[in-house]
């Protein structure tokens, strides 16, 4: 009887196919995963969205996928990244933290010049902003937008204004009435998102691949977060965009919209998987 190869193995042999290391136009795949197609997302008088914070979720097709990657730019780590999506000709979305953004400038301004969309993850990640005073969560807000527009040579540009787009994600999706009034006031959206591989967590770039692909397949569709500052993400990014390529998913890139937000409600028994996470946390670091 032949034994059928489990989804690991078939991860490290992708690995392998794709190579670890950084891609460059001679090697990009004949057959690339490129954007399937752009959709504007509106964000007038606000929007939340991401179920496993919010019980909403982007208008996406069956195996759809959003791609967006969090906390950098990291110049070991986000060159790696870049060069695969620019190989696969896929776009996505960077929520960006305002101090790297300052510090490393040039990766900045590649990202928009790719044609990535550029968001803000506040201004140096506390763990939560819930533990700051509202004029202190705001200030990160503030300070992370104007951070990314100065990068971009803009420093006069308001929140969401010029070449960063109008989206935020919260470190640890822990938003506060404060900056969620203060986002909407601006039209600014909040984003969630719908799955991860747990990426933050040490891992095997194989084993890190296997279980994206297996969450993939579970929820089907999605915005899906990874940390273009790992080693171990920045590694398995080739293969899993060949992975996306050969089982027949479509990257949807999101870009500032017009208007209200159109959303998909979540299913009926939804609840927010990210309080518990954030009410664990807040446990694990009482103690
Ligand atoms: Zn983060």
């Known amino acids: 009887m032949t034994r059928l190869p489990t989804r690991r ?16 136009a001679g090697a990009c795949a004949p057959d690339r995963l490129g954007t399937a197609r752009i959709l504007p997302v509106g964000t007038r008088g606000g929007l939340q969205v991401g179920l496993k914070t919010y019980p909403a979720a982007l208008p996406l097709g069956p195996k759809e996928v959003v791609l967006t990657f969090d906390d950098g730019p990291a110049p070991g780590t986000t060159p790696r990244v870049l060069d695969a999506l620019a190989c696969e000709g896929v776009r996505a979305t960077f929520f960006l933290i305002g101090r790297n953004a300052a510090a490393h400038p040039a990766l ?24 700051l005073g509202e004029a202190a969560q705001i200030q990160q807000v503030e300070r992370g937008f104007a951070a990314i527009s100065a990068a971009l040579g803009e420093p006069d540009a308001r929140p969401g204004q010029g070449g960063v787009a109008p989206f935020l994600r919260y470190p640890g999706f822990a938003d506060t009435p404060a900056t969620n009034a203060w986002a909407a006031e601006r039209d600014i959206g909040v984003f969630g998102c719908d799955l991860w591989a747990s990426d933050w967590v040490r891992m095997a770039p194989d084993f890190q691949l296997s279980r994206m692909l297996e969450r993939l397949a579970h929820a089907g569709r999605g915005m899906i977060l990874l940390h273009d500052i790992q ?8 293969a899993f965009l060949r992975a996306l390529k050969s089982e027949g998913y479509a990257v949807v890139h999101m870009e500032r919209g017009s208007g209200a937000a159109v959303t998909v409600p979540a299913r009926a028994g939804w609840s927010s998987e990210t309080e518990k996470i954030i009410a664990s946390t807040r446990r694990r670091r009482a103690v």
């Not at 080693?231 to 080739?238: E, G, I």
Request: charged share 15%; aromatic share 6%; hydrophobic share 50%.
């Open 9 to 24: 193995a078939v991860a490290a042999g992708l690995l392998a196919a794709a190579g670890a290391g950084p891609a460059w």
């Open 108 to 131: 900045v301004r590649r990202m928009r010049d790719e044609g990535h969309s550029l968001a803000c993850h506040t201004w140096s990640h506390p763990w939560t902003m819930r533990d």
């Open 231 to 238: 080693p171990q993400t920045a590694a398995m990014v080739p």
